[in-house]
């Protein structure tokens, strides 16, 4: 009995040291950590998360790496999840969709930070945006009114550039193939997000191209944006001033929003939106844009109240960065204030 009890040891033995040694190198290697975060991903946000996008965010850690994962599963419910320091809202939203400004929502999540930033194109041929702060991207689904978008807000002093733009717009592609929406998708991003610059009223060439710049010597800087025009569902253009060296405040801001970004403006006064108005020095105009549910928004906001001669300037600046951002996106039926 003792020597088959002793045979029996040697033969466990060896399984038992390559059971240890199995468990070891799942722990502690490159390729078990990798496996982990692998097996972890599958049942994070829906299996949305791409791996080797998200793993240049996590490190693929997958405690403080995957720190939050929750299903708003309600009318337009949406995934909301973390991926290192970016949390990140997936959905598919119908184009009839709007912001009630009732209870928190999916457009509430998908709504920018405040940045100095103006949304940049997120560019290789994809309709998306970063502000280095927040960004998205949307794929319209073709045969049937809805869009699928995914939005990232980055916390703390981490930039939403490159690295944010590829989980994205891989993460968008795997939404848009879990949930059958046909969308006509882009190709490799760029490297970096550079920070428009100020320039001169004279300068403009981008989304400040065609305002009644000339004659309003009270406007000193410009900041716009020039890359990949009508493919970001926002966009931007800031007229100031240079008081001094240390004072050069904003005087007009004016802002394009298309698609869901266009769905997600609350709206404006009390009881129906109209196509074009105006509530306090705020201007706003709407123009029909292809595939999508909701007229395009394009407004108009003095950073102070409006001196003389400010409101025919402010009519004029708005109508021609309408025209331009309907005619880049390729929309019609432009409305503007009376």
Request: charged content about 25%; proline content about 7%; some cysteine.
């Amino acid at each position: 009995m003792t020597v088959i009890r002793r045979l029996a040891l040697y033969a466990a033995l060896p399984l038992v040291l390559v059971a240890v040694a199995g468990y070891g190198w799942y722990q502690f290697s490159d390729t078990g950590k990798r496996w982990r975060y692998e097996d972890a991903l599958a049942g994070y946000c829906q299996g949305l998360i791409p791996a080797e996008e998200s793993a240049v965010l996590t490190g693929y850690d997958t405690d403080a790496g995957l720190p939050l994962d929750y299903r708003d599963g309600g009318p337009g419910g949406y995934e909301f999840c973390k991926v290192g320091r970016h949390t990140l809202v997936i959905a598919e939203i119908p184009a009839d969709a709007r912001d009630d400004d009732g209870r928190p929502g999916v457009f509430d999540r998908l709504r920018p930070s405040p940045t100095g930033t103006l949304p940049l194109p997120l560019g290789g041929g994809w309709h998306g945006y970063t502000n280095r702060v927040s960004a998205a991207v949307v794929l319209t689904c073709a045969g049937r009114e809805s869009s699928v978008v995914v939005g990232s807000q980055t916390g703390g002093d981490t930039v939403a550039g490159s690295a944010v733009a590829r989980l994205l717009t891989a993460t968008a592609e795997r939404a848009a193939d879990r949930w059958d929406c046909d969308a006509q998708t882009g190709g490799a991003t760029p490297d970096d997000y550079p920070e428009p610059q100020e320039k001169s009223r004279f300068e403009a060439e981008g989304t400040c191209a065609g305002l009644p710049l000339r004659d309003r010597d009270d406007i000193d800087w410009i900041r716009e944006t020039t890359a990949a025009p009508g493919t970001a569902p926002l966009e931007s253009c800031v007229l100031g001033a240079a008081r001094d060296a240390e004072s050069r405040p904003e005087l007009f801001g004016l802002t394009a929003s298309f698609g869901p970004f266009a769905q997600a403006v609350a709206p404006l006064g009390d009881g129906a939106d109209p196509e074009a108005g105006r509530l306090g020095d705020l201007l706003w105009g709407t123009a029909a844009c292809p595939g999508d549910g909701a007229r395009a928004r394009f407004t108009l906001d003095p950073a102070s109240p409006a001196g003389e001669g400010d409101d025919a300037f402010a009519r004029a600046a708005l109508a021609a960065f309408a025209e331009r951002a309907a005619k880049q996106h390729g929309c019609t039926g432009l409305r503007l204030p009376d």
